[in-house]
């Protein structure tokens, strides 16, 4: 079996040594895309961002991952220092610096900005926001389907850090990620507050059981754009799909098991905690979802 494997794996691109980074309204080479070491993102990951997909010309989904920046940065009451339509500039802009036309992926970071000294107060970030844009060259490639281990890190509560905020900090999902590594799996599945199944640490997580589709209640997840898009798949082409809690029970006997993220579309899982999932290989209904994905992003 392949040694490791993440969701986030591409096909290899030379193109992306030389890409172009948005760094604050200027666009420059990667290796002069540098913030300082005072930045509220590198001191304390005080920051939220967004992950976006280019296909055939066009920003997938555009809409809600606008919602959803404006969403988050108004929930840590951060200025982006920017409206929708300059964010959007920015994005496109970055997008023809590189010439870019199909297969890229954007990583948009918008922090609190530089500090005037180097403690956590927020008030110390008088500079305004730092923004910045990654923009790379970009196929998802998998040479089979994942292997999960669940971890004892949890998604927790609202009142703690909601797990709906796609902020800069992401330790509770690194160390889940970390130990599903050491048991020997490629990522971590994740539970919720009360045992049941939640998501993995970088994507949402559904199951099939007997031509359903289950996926979390979404109340400890985060509010996944793909996730979103699936669930609506399923409600229009009759495909009964159940936002519900489920245990692991549940999952170790689905027919098959799948990831849904902005990068990797629906990524099939082959196995749970050393359990076969299915066949072991991407089931029907996945297919027929990535299926039915690839058609809504050609037509959106
Ligand atoms: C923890 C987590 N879950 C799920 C997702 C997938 O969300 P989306 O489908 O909007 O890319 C992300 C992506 O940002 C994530 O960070």
Redesign the pocket.
């Known amino acids: 079996m392949t040694e490791h494997v993440t969701t986030h794996q591409a096909e290899e691109d030379a193109r992306n040594e030389d890409i172009l980074i948005y760094l604050n309204g200027r666009i420059v080479p990667k290796a002069q895309a540098v913030v300082s070491v005072y930045d509220s993102g590198f001191m304390l990951r005080d920051g939220v961002w967004e ?1 976006l997909r280019l296909y055939d010309g066009k920003w997938s989904f555009l809409d809600d991952h606008m919602d ?1 920046l404006f969403e988050a940065a108004k929930a840590i009451d951060l200025d982006i220092g920017m409206d929708r339509n300059g964010v959007i500039s920015a994005l496109l802009e970055t997008q023809k610096a590189n010439g870019m036309t199909t297969d890229a992926h954007a990583r948009m970071m918008v922090t609190r900005g530089v500090k005037s000294r180097p403690f956590q107060h927020p008030s110390l970030s008088r500079q305004g926001p730092t923004f910045t844009i990654i923009m790379e060259h970009s196929r998802p490639k998998i040479p089979r389907p994942i292997r999960l281990a669940t971890v004892p890190h949890m998604r927790g509560l609202p009142m703690t850090q909601d ?1 709906k905020l ?1 902020s800069h900090s992401k330790l509770n ?1 690194i160390l889940a990620c970390i130990a599903a590594e050491k048991a020997g799996a490629d990522e971590a599945l994740m539970l919720d507050v009360h045992g049941f199944v939640n ?6 997580f559904f199951i099939v059981k007997k031509e359903q589709v289950w996926t979390s209640t979404g109340d400890y ?2 509010n ?4 979103q898009k699936v669930i609506d798949l399923c409600r229009a082409n009759g495909i009964p799909v159940f936002e519900r809690n489920f245990s692991l029970v549940d999952t170790y006997s689905a027919d098959e098991a799948f990831l ?4 990797g579309a629906q990524t099939p899982v082959g196995e749970i905690d050393g359990r076969q999932i299915g066949t072991g290989q991407m089931g029907p209904m996945t297919e027929r979802l990535r299926a039915l994905y690839k058609d809504l992003v050609a037509r959106s």
Do not use: Q
């Not at 998501?199 to 949402?204: E, L, Q, Y």
């Not at 849904?260 to 990068?263: E, I, L, Y």
């Open positions: 992950g959803r797990p796609n999902c998501t993995t640490n970088a994507c949402n997840c985060m996944g754009i793909t996730r849904t993220g902005t990068f």
